[in-house]
């Protein structure tokens, strides 16, 4: 949530304190397809740090000590949760400068194009069509949750509907039974 805030606000760069032997994780929602990069550097002379970037906290994809900086550039090759985690391997508290880049924001300028055999027309175009592609995607991705959850939620309506029925199948059975004993209780009393 925090990641997205921050990308939200225009917020690339952020830096934060870790505890001594202490782990801080950050979770972003990725579609398959979605360029993710990120940038750890240690601000103090002296300091450890181990970062982790996983697939819902089960496949490590990366992990790697560093005593100053470390970076990852990654494509998702799965819809999911990916989880950036950094501990704290120093005995005294540190200050971490981290860099988060999600999407077209984490390409390099120089990567889809060369900046020097275009016109700057060209290049935002380019970005532009890029942005609409993420778009897309992204809105590819949550027809796919929506049309799941639509699913789901029909099975559990006839599952409600079948319950419900059986509940007042039962009931009118239980009913039917009760005045029945009722009146053979009532004739042997001889009240009817």
């Known amino acids: 949530m925090l990641i ?3 990308l939200f606000l225009g917020v690339n760069s952020f830096e934060f304190s870790i505890r001594k032997q202490t ?3 950050f979770s972003e929602e990725l579609t398959k397809g979605t360029l993710f990069w990120y940038e750890t550097q240690v601000l103090q002379k002296s300091g450890t740090i181990w970062t982790r970037f996983s697939y819902k906290d089960v496949d490590q994809i990366h992990e790697a000590p560093s005593t100053h900086y470390d970076n990852l550039n990654y494509t ?4 999911g949760t990916y989880h950036l985690c950094i501990e704290n391997q120093s005995p005294s508290e540190i200050s971490v400068s981290l860099d988060i880049r999600i999407g077209i924001d984490a390409k390099k300028p120089s990567d889809p194009l060369s900046v020097k055999s275009l016109d700057v027309s060209k290049v935002q175009l380019q970005i532009v069509q890029e942005y609409i592609k993420q778009l897309h ?4 991705y949550i027809r796919e949750r929506e049309e799941e959850m639509r699913n789901t939620n029909e099975t559990i309506y006839s ?5 419900t029925a059986f509940t007042i199948v039962m009931l009118i ?4 039974l009760q005045i029945v004993y009722f009146q053979k209780y009532l004739k042997s009393k001889k009240l009817i």
């Open 159 to 163: 599952r409600v509907i079948y319950y």
């Open 173 to 176: 059975l239980i009913s039917i």
């Open 23 to 25: 782990i801080r994780c």
């Open 76 to 79: 998702a090759a799965n819809d």
């Open 137 to 140: 995607n992204e809105l590819q």
């Open 4 to 6: 997205f805030i921050s």
